[in-house]
């Protein structure tokens, strides 16, 4: 079992509110994906049978849901908005400047494991940008002195 | 203190007697359910509970001239009045939060800072159709938001605002906090639909109309964050009292989200019907453009809405005046770019978004936003050919009014209107294989 008591304990308190059990692949697709950092065939596998709906039917809607990281990544995961409000206000250098920064490309894996840096679209944070998302958490009205102490901090919590 | 440091005009609001949604969203506390109720919160569900019927909250919410803040602008009241009086099944209410068009940040302060308010909206709604078990669809992203609403609804539950027999009334209300997994299109309303079901969120053929045959197949409203928070306020002051504010038509007041190159970006609440002008420049909104520069366009409701040049801003932020200027208020999220901005290089990000956002069940929109894509990521790079311009404008002629749900128009018609406005702009990054404005902006 990848999924731990209380994660199987959340998905089944779901399973309690919905009208219909297939409505809770979506939630329980969020509770694996808290959990874990990513989802695959084997979570797959372990919500069918905790919801009671076929593998595959879970598996086709994880697919169509691009917040739902299908392989494993860094411990942070820093997601830069690309979108147009951001972009006005330097999200392209931003961009460059974590590049930098860490050593990595969008789309990669610093090597101890630490940081994994891709772009998003428009995360709803656009009268306070440019922006990132570091796991679950927004962090707005970026500057390179903020983006220095942010990344320092998880580095030294990690 | 607050989960996101963005600006808004709460002071304003709490001096004026005709703004209200944003009165209290600069007190950390309004959160919490008795500083709502202290505020006056609750009060409206009381009364619709204890004194009116669900015709009669229809009735008002149809002559208060509500209309839909999620993008259309549709009737609210009417919207709610297509739910079948006479069905057997169950209906559901479901509240649209997926927040995901470019520029729009304001539902989210909403869901922050006044949960409770969308939670009362969204059980007078509930009373209002029939509704024993809402929703609130939250984007996945705003995994903040979730948990704001979770903990709001615990205490509206603990106060007897949702459950059994509420406040004594005989009727039962049931919440579900439902969050996505990132996709735009889940916005909309059939694939929000879809998405809760546990499917795949693609839109669905109408009609069925969702009001007739929604979640479930069974008579389903969705509404907007905004659009429900609303309604309290309708319910206490009175539809004449809503009606008189904003303009004839366009009734009420709206949050505008002002974003890009503006000194002061924020989010806004003011009438119907204020001007955009005075939007961005006064120094109470945004203040003026970044580094004093000039103005060169306007994206005035979302990015899936037709751009405006400053020559054009001096019109009404209603319905009615946007359509007439070309436009639509949309989300009422207003982008600002200063003459630095090369058009091309805005489309390129915009046609990345909406490639990246379809749900690819139509051709025109699936195949369309790709070439689409290609061809515009070429012609800013600088290898554009003679002819792609017309290229452009063929292949958005194509998808125009040839999906299945307005995604796809959304992504064609700002390009169009900047194939209008700034051709020759378009046409020099053909000619000359770069932009005629240099577009570099520094993060500092
Ligand atoms: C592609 C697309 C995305 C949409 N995204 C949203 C959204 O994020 N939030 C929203 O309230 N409405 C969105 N809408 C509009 C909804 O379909 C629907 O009209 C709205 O939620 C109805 O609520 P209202 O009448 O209160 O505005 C979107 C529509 C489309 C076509
Ligand atoms: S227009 Fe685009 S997003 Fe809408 S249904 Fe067709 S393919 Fe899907
Ligand atoms: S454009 Fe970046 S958050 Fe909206």
């Not at chain 2, 705003?142 to 704001?148: G, K």
């Amino acid at each position: 079992m990848i999924l731990t008591e209380e994660s199987v304990r959340k998905i089944k308190e779901k399973l309690q509110q919905y009208p219909q059990p297939k409505s809770v692949i979506l939630p329980a697709l969020t509770v694996a994906y808290r959990q874990v950092g990513y989802v695959d065939a084997d979570i797959y596998r372990e919500i069918s049978h905790i919801i009671n709906i076929p593998t595959v039917e879970v598996a086709e809607a994880a697919t169509f849901y691009t917040m739902f990281a299908k392989k494993p990544r860094g411990k942070y995961l820093i997601q830069v908005c690309h979108n147009i409000s951001c972009a006005l206000l330097g999200a392209d250098s931003l961009i460059g400047y974590i590049e930098e920064k860490l050593g990595i490309k969008i789309g990669e894996t610093t090597e101890d494991n630490l940081f994994t840096l891709v772009t998003v679209e428009c995360l709803g944070s656009c009268a306070t940008a440019p922006m990132m998302q570091i796991n679950q958490d927004y962090y707005e009205k970026l500057t390179k002195e903020k983006v220095d102490q942010i990344l320092e901090d998880l580095r030294s919590k990690a | 203190m607050f989960y996101s440091p963005v600006r808004t005009n709460a002071a304003e609001v709490a001096q004026s007697n005709r703004l209200h949604l944003f009165r209290y969203v600069e007190d950390p506390e309004q959160v919490k359910v008795e500083k709502f109720e202290e505020h006056g919160g609750y009060v409206a569900w009381k009364k619709v509970l204890a004194e009116m019927e669900p015709s009669q909250v229809i009735e008002e919410v149809k002559n208060s001239g509500l209309r839909g803040r999620g993008g259309a602008g549709f009737p609210t009241g009417l919207k709610w009045s297509f739910v079948p009086k006479d069905s057997p099944k169950p209906r559901y209410l479901c509240c649209n939060a997926d927040e995901s068009e470019p520029g729009t940040c304001k539902d989210r302060v909403l869901m922050e800072r006044d949960p409770h308010a969308i939670i009362e909206g969204m059980a007078i709604a509930s009373y209002a159709i029939g509704c024993h078990q809402m929703f609130i669809y939250i984007r996945g992203e705003f995994a903040h938001c979730a948990d704001c609403m979770e903990k709001a609804m615990k205490e509206a539950y603990e106060h007897g605002h949702l459950g059994k027999n509420i406040h004594g009334s005989g009727f039962d209300l049931d919440m579900i906090v439902h969050t996505g997994g990132g996709a735009y299109i889940c916005g909309e309303e059939t694939s929000l639909l879809n998405s809760i079901e546990g499917e795949r969120g693609m839109s669905r053929i109408r009609p069925p109309f969702p009001a007739i045959e929604g979640l479930y197949s069974c008579p389903t409203i969705v509404n907007n964050v905004e659009s429900l928070a609303s309604v309290p306020h309708i319910i206490n002051h009175g539809a004449g009292w809503y009606k008189s504010l904003g303009t004839e038509k366009s009734c009420g007041s709206k949050i505008f989200s002002l974003s890009g190159h503006v000194k002061q970006p924020g989010n806004y609440e003011v009438e119907l019907g204020f001007s955009l002008k005075k939007l961005i420049y006064d120094k109470d909104y945004g203040g003026g453009i970044l580094g004093d520069k000039k103005l060169k366009g306007v994206i005035p409701g979302g990015s899936s809405t037709p751009f405006l040049t400053p020559d054009m801003i001096d019109i009404k932020l209603d319905y009615e005046s946007l359509v007439e200027g070309g436009s639509m208020l949309g989300s009422g999220a207003v982008i600002v770019f200063h003459e630095d901005t090369c058009i091309v290089w805005v489309i390129k990000r915009l046609i990345r978004f909406y490639r990246h956002e379809s749900c690819g069940k139509c051709t025109p929109c699936r195949e369309g936003t790709a070439w689409l894509e290609e061809l515009i990521n070429r012609i800013e790079a600088g290898r554009g050919k003679p002819g792609d311009v017309e290229k452009v404008e063929e292949i958005c002629g194509n998808i125009l009014g040839h999906t299945v749900c307005p995604l796809g128009d959304a992504a064609v018609m700002p390009i169009l209107s900047t194939l209008k406005l700034w051709r020759d702009e378009w046409q020099y990054h053909i000619d000359h294989g770069k932009c005629m404005v240099k577009t570099d902006f520094e993060f500092k």
